[in-house]
């Protein structure tokens, strides 16, 4: 039993069945990745994990518990996070500010920008986001805002946000898409320092097969909506079925 496992899910809208049957289990502690082409349901599923949609058929578990119908405030306390395409900052904060808003959240998701701006006497609040600037290898940038940075270190602190709440799933949705090579390079470093020092599992959707491979022990291949192989990394390069659903023809 995995950590994350999915059961029998589909999905359709309208006409559009956008996920047929999708088993998947993510083991505790690993780097598992979902790969497939445009179209093959990646966004789909990933939306079904954290509760955003919910599936016509079958079930979304984690660590025992149904994340189904479930507030996204309700999956954060569960122990889920997630890293969408486009970093989720506050651009007009500074770097130090974002890092503070997951120390303000309220119980519903909220926070008072106000209680964030005066904070002089939370000590232990400005120590726990300070030592996570300084994790991100940021803490130089702490009062930059966060508008004026470069896609990589938007996206790094976006992904220190979501370490400081401790989750034990990040979920990531192409992390490295718009960026450069080398804020790419330094995003895979980042993660893999990530998964060899933290209690954490991370689950990636991603296109870049440079980053899928050099990040992943597990890779499933979605292909029209269903899961089409899961395997080891070094058994997916070759694997004829992937080759022809990715470029649609035998290989």
């Known amino acids: 039993m995995g950590i994350l496992e999915v059961k029998n899910v589909g999905k ?43 599936p016509d058929t079958g079930s979304v578990m984690f660590d025992g518990q149904s994340v189904l119908g479930r507030a996204p405030y309700e999956i954060n306390q569960m122990g889920i996070s997630r890293v969408f395409q486009t970093p989720e900052i506050f651009g007009d904060l500074t770097v130090m500010e974002n890092m503070l808003i997951p120390c303000f959240a309220k119980r519903d998701g909220a926070f008072e920008l106000n209680a964030i701006r005066s904070i002089s006497e939370q000590k232990d609040v400005l120590e726990k986001a300070e030592q996570m600037l300084v994790e991100m290898n940021m803490a130089d940038k702490r009062h930059m805002h966060a508008a004026a940075m470069s896609r990589g270190d938007k996206r790094r602190l976006e992904i220190g946000m979501c370490l400081s709440q401790e989750p034990r799933l990040l979920l990531l949705d192409e992390p490295t898409a718009g960026m450069a090579r080398a804020d790419t390079n330094n995003t895979i470093d980042l993660l893999k320092q990530i998964s060899e020092e933290r209690d954490i599992t991370i689950a990636i959707i991603e296109h870049d097969m440079h980053v899928v491979f050099s990040l992943a022990n597990r ?10 192989v899961e395997d ?20």
Request: positive net charge; contains cysteine; charged residues 20%.
């Open 12 to 54: 359709r809208f309208g006409g559009l069945q956008a996920l047929s049957d999708v088993n998947l289990s993510v083991k505790e502690n690993s780097v598992h990745a979902i790969i497939g082409p445009n179209g093959a349901g990646k966004s789909t599923l990933l939306n079904c994990l954290v509760g955003k949609l919910i």
């Open 219 to 228: 890779i499933t291949v979605l292909a029209q909506g269903t899961p089409l």
């Open 232 to 251: 080891d990394p070094e058994n997916i390069r070759g694997n004829p079925k992937v080759r022809e659903a990715y470029l649609g023809e035998s290989a």
